[in-house]
């Protein structure tokens, strides 16, 4: 297990996350969204292939017009 980069207490564990971005007038809400999670602070890391396609995602829904839109990742 690796240790937690900012509260340098709690170990990361694999689990799922709700990540919200924000873009102009624009929120994307992800839900079950694979991460690791620390067991301490409940700060979470998104491995690159994750945030490349939560970022995908999003931007897709901003380009579309949405104000607010929810988007339930599928389970890996």
Do not use: W
């Not at 340098?8 to 996350?17: A, C, D, Q, Y």
């Amino acid at each position: 297990m690796h240790q937690c980069s900012i509260c340098k207490i709690g170990e990361l564990k694999p689990g799922h996350v709700t990540v919200t971005l924000e873009q102009n007038n624009s929120i994307v809400l992800l839900k079950n969204v694979p991460a690791q999670v620390c067991s301490n602070c409940a700060s979470y890391f998104l491995d690159s292939e994750t945030t490349r396609e939560v970022l995908k995602k999003a931007e897709n829904s901003v380009q579309n017009g949405a104000e607010l839109e929810v988007i339930r990742m599928r389970a890996a």
